[in-house]
């Protein structure tokens, strides 16, 4: 399995110090999924070789994959002074399998960063709603916002140990988290450990508790499909009707327990992996549909949900689609677990578009992420960087951390964010110190559990980049109704605290909103260009300006997945329109989207939405509805244009205009459609009346000299809770 060509690397001292990126394309011949990986093999001196895996798979069918890793010899090797070769090869298939190997490039790994300004460009797009109010409160000045919860689930893992050893887990947790999942409790050899015996005395008290403080709790998992993970009792079965008979009870058991609880389940882990059920089972993987159909009939409304490991970590996109081909119609997402190492944004970001389907069909859960790195400085960064990249892909519903949490039973693992509270504890990373003056948008001050540096940078972009809270840096602090009235404000989808002050400051009302798309953003028909027949199907509503002008579809270079590369340009106007002869007078349309200069720019450029109208005496007449201007330093980014139009008499065409350049273009999810079912995705709109402000709670409690009354409760002016 390790015999197919080799590539001996020169050593150098960068060679044993810098990130290794590699990259291939690879098929293979055979009739089944074979395994590929990458391999760095490092030799030693005492004769010892090390290998240091990219993991990777290739599916049946003769397709050409792409696939890529990256290791650093450094962080691997205890001495690297003992290495006498280095080595990269792909390796793998069984003996006798023929594999086709093409575009090796073994290369030293730099990220420049580029990526950030278009993934914090899309979280813009795809996370916040613009939000008007009429502020129908005499006297009314200005006006606040406070996120209470965000709509997007940043979640985190949890277990039976952590009520006991943490002194507030019931509050702590759901401080950081709004939604969550259980490591071990709720799966079946812990609700069944020997045949007939069971307990979920955990899994009951924590969806209890889930519900008590409104959080999501997912259900993981009904079965696990590795063969170790099969607990005994259930491996000892021979008489596969039996086993099968067992499976049914096991899905009877736990869906209708916890039956319109739980949103979504995890049905089958880790099938990429593991074939336990589907090999002993003699109609193989048809008990997925049966297990399926039971839990919808159980539960009708229940989410299913594949997931599985080295989605996102190794290529195992493309052989996990295939596995689960068969059952593909029946799944609401599939789960990607993003145990990571050494992760590479642009690497995550084209097996994300792997998942996500040929033409962006399919939705995704970040189910276990964690970033496993000694350095716990760059643990934060390479946090980040996920987090960054996962936020702003449209197809991700939730990141649920797993390791965030020093634990008592694996107090040396790497990928702690949270160094906990447990009393005896060496904690294995500097805890972030909390600064001498506080107030309430610093995150330090504000969340419990100690963060160290991984931990900081999370905070840092959920609870604040992230949270469109008045005070934030991203929000103003005052907005007033005039301003809430015409442009809005943008915010983070989710549930706000809307108060409401006059010109002194005080406090006149205070009503809450939820800011959501109500689901209308999964049906607004952005064109991807994912494939050719895509740009067929929209002619001739959507043209290419220009007799030369040529369409090209470039895979992995969009804004997301594929875009459209634009050729041929002769002049600035030569882009993709729209035929307004076509929509009749009188209808209100958007159209914009995202576009990059693909050629070469020395100096700044403008770009703009340019309607081209006919006039009476058929001369013509131009309406720009929307103008960029792009500074030198940005000309190679990613932009997004657009704006609304109501069509007139002898609108002829829409279209891109970027002046003073004829080079390449590409152009990716643009909307060329009605404008309600864009409002619909990106518009809220409120009333704030004037309610009067609610109960005070501390207004008939008397507090001693020392004390101050906070939510109804007498409090230390230390901050300790006074004994009754």
């Known amino acids: 399995t390790w015999q197919s060509p080799v590539h001996e690397l020169e050593i150098t001292p960068e060679l044993l110090s810098q990130d290794i990126e590699a990259t291939w394309r690879v098929k293979s011949t055979t009739t089944e999924q074979v395994t590929l990986s990458g391999n760095i093999k490092v030799t030693l001196s005492d004769g010892t070789s090390q290998s240091l895996l990219m993991p990777g798979c290739s599916v049946p069918g003769g397709d050409w994959m792409k696939a890529s890793g990256m290791v650093n010899i450094a962080r691997e090797v205890a001495d690297t002074s003992l290495v006498t070769k280095v080595e990269f090869q792909v390796q793998g298939p069984a003996i006798g399998a023929d594999i086709l190997l093409d575009d090796v490039d073994v290369h030293f790994y730099a990220d420049d960063k580029a990526w950030e300004v278009a993934a914090d460009k899309r979280i813009n797009q795809y996370r916040k709603s613009n939000v008007q109010m009429d502020v129908n409160v005499p006297n009314a000045a200005k006006v606040k916002v406070k996120m209470t919860k965000n709509d997007f689930m940043f979640g985190g893992m949890c277990d039976k140990l952590m009520p006991t050893v943490l002194d507030n887990f019931e509050d702590d947790f759901f401080?950081?988290?709004?939604?969550?999942?259980?490591?071990?409790?709720?799966?079946?050899?812990?609700?069944?450990?020997?045949?007939?015996?069971?307990?979920?005395?955990?899994?009951?008290?924590?969806?209890?508790?889930?519900?008590?403080?409104?959080?999501?709790?997912?259900?993981?998992?009904?079965?696990?499909?590795?063969?170790?993970?099969?607990?005994?009792?259930?491996?000892?079965?021979?008489?596969?009707?039996?086993?099968?008979e067992r499976m049914m009870m096991r899905t009877d058991d736990v869906i209708a327990r916890y039956a319109g609880r739980i949103p979504n389940w995890d049905i089958f882990n880790e099938v990429a992996h593991g074939d336990y059920f589907r090999r002993n089972l003699p109609g193989g993987d048809a008990i997925w549909a049966k297990v399926m159909d039971r839990m919808l009939e159980i539960d009708p409304n229940v989410e299913l949900v594949f997931n599985d490991y080295q989605l996102n970590t190794g290529d195992y996109s493309q052989c996990f689609l295939d596995v689960t081909s068969s059952i593909h119609s029946y799944l609401s997402h599939y789960g990607m677990q993003s145990h990571t190492k050494n992760p590479r944004p642009l690497a995550i970001d084209q097996r994300m578009n792997v998942m996500a389907g040929e033409n962006l069909e399919n939705r995704l859960l970040i189910t276990e992420f964690d970033n496993e790195e000694v350095d716990v400085d760059r643990r934060a960064a390479e946090l980040g960087d996920f987090m960054k990249m996962a936020y702003s892909h449209p197809n991700v519903d939730a990141i649920i951390l797993w390791s965030w949490l020093r634990e008592i039973q694996k107090p040396d693992w790497h990928q702690a964010m949270f160094e906990s509270n447990v009393e005896g504890m060496d904690t294995q990373n500097p805890i972030i110190a909390k600064p001498d003056v506080c107030d309430e948008f610093n995150v330090l001050c504000n969340y419990p559990l100690n963060p160290n540096a991984a931990g900081y940078r999370w905070l840092e972009l959920v609870k604040n980049e992230w949270n469109t809270t008045s005070g934030h840096d991203n929000t103003p602090i005052d907005l007033t109704p005039d301003l809430l009235a015409g442009d809005g404000v943008d915010l983070f989808r989710g549930t706000y605290d809307v108060d409401v002050y006059d010109s002194s400051d005080n406090l006149l009302t205070t009503q809450t909103i939820h800011v959501t798309d109500h689901d209308a953003c999964k049906h607004v028909g952005y064109i991807n260009?994912?494939?050719?027949?895509?740009?067929?199907?929209?002619?001739?509503?959507?043209?290419?300006?220009?007799?030369?002008?040529?369409?090209?579809?470039?895979?992995?270079?969009?804004?997301?997945?594929?875009?459209?590369?634009?050729?041929?340009?002769?002049?600035?106007?030569?882009?993709?329109?729209?035929?307004?002869?076509?929509?009749?007078?009188?209808?209100?349309?958007?159209?914009?989207?995202?576009?990059?200069?693909?050629?070469?720019?020395?100096?700044?450029?403008?770009?703009?939405?340019?309607?081209?109208?006919?006039?009476?005496?058929?001369?013509?007449?131009?309406?720009?509805?929307?103008?960029?201007?792009?500074?030198?330093?940005?000309?190679?980014?990613?932009?997004?244009?657009?704006?609304?139009?109501?069509?007139?008499?002898?609108?002829?065409?829409?279209?891109?205009?970027?002046?003073?350049?004829?080079?390449?273009?590409?152009?990716?999810?643009?909307?060329?459609?009605?404008?309600?079912?864009?409002?619909?995705?990106?518009?809220?709109?409120?009333?704030?009346?004037?309610?009067?402000?609610?109960?005070?709670?501390?207004?008939?409690?008397?507090?001693?000299?020392?004390?101050?009354?906070?939510?109804?409760?007498?409090?230390?002016?230390?901050?300790?809770?006074?004994?009754?």
Not at 201 to 213: G, R, S, W
Not at 219 to 233: I, L, M, N
Not at 573 to 599: E, R, V, Y
């Open 529 to 724: 260009f994912e494939n050719m027949a895509e740009i067929d199907a929209l002619a001739p509503m959507l043209v290419m300006m220009g007799t030369t002008t040529t369409p090209v579809i470039e895979e992995m270079a969009g804004w997301v997945k594929n875009a459209v590369r634009i050729t041929g340009r002769t002049a600035p106007w030569n882009n993709m329109a729209l035929d307004a002869t076509l929509i009749p007078t009188g209808t209100d349309i958007f159209f914009g989207g995202a576009f990059k200069i693909a050629g070469e720019l020395t100096g700044p450029v403008s770009a703009f939405i340019t309607v081209k109208r006919k006039k009476p005496d058929d001369s013509w007449a131009y309406e720009q509805i929307d103008r960029i201007e792009i500074p030198v330093e940005e000309v190679n980014n990613w932009h997004t244009i657009g704006n609304s139009h109501r069509i007139k008499d002898g609108d002829d065409k829409i279209y891109l205009v970027i002046k003073d350049y004829l080079g390449d273009i590409l152009a990716d999810s643009w909307y060329a459609s009605g404008l309600a079912e864009y409002n619909a995705c990106h518009k809220n709109q409120f009333t704030i009346e004037d309610n009067g402000l609610p109960p005070d709670p501390c207004a008939d409690v008397t507090c001693g000299e020392d004390q101050t009354c906070l939510d109804g409760t007498c409090e230390c002016n230390s901050g300790l809770v006074l004994d009754e």
């Open 175 to 244: 401080e950081l988290f709004n939604g969550g999942v259980l490591r071990n409790e709720m799966k079946w050899y812990h609700n069944e450990p020997q045949m007939d015996v069971y307990q979920y005395d955990t899994a009951d008290y924590m969806i209890d508790l889930f519900e008590q403080k409104n959080a999501t709790l997912r259900g993981h998992a009904v079965f696990w499909s590795v063969d170790k993970h099969v607990h005994q009792w259930v491996q000892d079965i021979t008489d596969m009707t039996l086993l099968e």
